[in-house]
């Protein structure tokens, strides 16, 4: 199936901005788009990402600012902070960020003003200079007023099982913890640690307190334990939920997309197959983990020499895409 680079643009842009639309209009931002419903969403990644894709879309970028402004206390701020740093690392093969420090500062003055007390520690247009749009979002963020299109999350929708369970064991590790292993049969304190971005001593200690009170399993398989939620379905009822959603691990997979939308937005970059199909090699990894997660063969380079491999992968990719919204 052919390709043009043009086409994949197109779409890749018009799915990455409806899946962040979608994650937005079920925590309450007004869309054009249905609610999330089949995935977890993950607040902090979801605000991170929209953060760096902010330009190709400044409507979303305000909503969502809006939508922190009115819900500021349900955020983890140590816990975006660790997923911005992840952010902030310079793209493979460029010496630009996806999200440089300033406007990440810049961000997170924002809401220290609005949400202090609440605090818990369509257009597309290239980027210019990094000095040009840490302007722009800076601009963006002091001009920024509300439009009254938020409304309360409803957390009835099972997408928005992390702000449930936030509201019931607080803003902190122990929802990320009972997300992930009620979507997997068990993890080690330091892969937990690795999958939801916490401090892997934090997760341990709680591991070890829920283990005390009977309400995790510990295995031990030869030098590292294993933990594994008991009666899970009697937790689910208790939270009302007849079945967890599909997770993934969403500030892992907006990474590497959020990178290619980047590369996309530079004129040297976006004209070049050549150029891209190098840039995919370097997030294969990346992408081939979401790609196990959905079921989807991502394409090995070794096959496709040069520009060869730039068709391929971008089919790939927007087969992810299509499942990531579906």
Request: aromatic fraction near 12%; glycine fraction near 4%.
């Given at each position: ?37 089949y995935w977890i969403i993950d607040l902090e990644a979801l605000i991170i990402s929209t953060l760096a894709i902010g330009l190709f879309d400044k409507r979303l970028l305000s909503s969502s600012l809006e939508w ?85 999350p409803k957390l009835q929708n099972p997408s928005l099982v992390q702000l449930l369970l936030r509201g019931t064991f607080g803003v902190d590790a122990r929802a990320e913890i009972l997300i992930y292993l009620l ?144």
């Amino acid at each position: 199936m052919e390709l043009s680079l043009k086409e994949f643009k197109k779409s890749f842009y018009n799915d990455l901005l409806e899946i962040h639309w979608k994650h937005w209009a079920s925590l309450g931002v007004s869309s054009h788009v249905q609610p999330e419903r089949y995935w977890i969403i993950d607040l902090e990644a979801l605000i991170i990402s929209t953060l760096a894709i902010g330009l190709f879309d400044k409507r979303l970028l305000s909503s969502s600012l809006e939508w922190l402004v009115k819900n500021g206390q349900r955020i983890n701020l140590s816990r975006l902070k660790r997923i911005a740093k992840i952010f902030s690392k310079p793209l493979p093969g460029l010496k630009r960020h996806l999200i440089a420090q300033e406007i990440f500062d810049s961000f997170l003055e924002k809401l220290n003003k609005v949400v202090q007390s609440n605090m818990v520690h369509e257009e597309q247009a290239y980027y210019g200079s990094e000095g040009d749009t840490i302007r722009e979002y800076q601009h963006i963020l002091k001009t920024f007023k509300p439009k009254g299109v938020v409304t309360e999350p409803k957390l009835q929708n099972p997408s928005l099982v992390q702000l449930l369970l936030r509201g019931t064991f607080g803003v902190d590790a122990r929802a990320e913890i009972l997300i992930y292993l009620l979507s997997h049969d068990s993890g080690n304190s330091n892969s937990i640690a690795k999958e939801v971005f916490y401090n892997q001593k934090n997760i341990y200690r709680i591991l070890e307190q829920w283990t005390h009170s009977q309400m995790v399993m510990k295995i031990s398989q030869n030098k590292t334990a294993k933990y594994s939620l008991q009666k899970k379905v009697e937790l689910l009822r208790v939270i009302g939920l007849e079945k967890i959603p599909a997770y993934m691990n969403w500030g892992r997979t907006f990474l590497w997309l959020d990178q290619i939308s980047k590369a996309l937005s530079f004129p040297q970059w976006s004209e070049s197959e050549y150029l891209l199909s190098s840039f995919f090699r370097d997030l294969l990894n990346e992408a081939k983990a979401t790609g196990r997660t959905l079921n989807i063969i991502v394409p090995e380079p070794a096959l496709y020499p040069g520009k060869e491999y730039f068709v391929p992968f971008a089919l790939a990719v927007l087969e992810i895409l299509k499942r990531l919204k579906k």
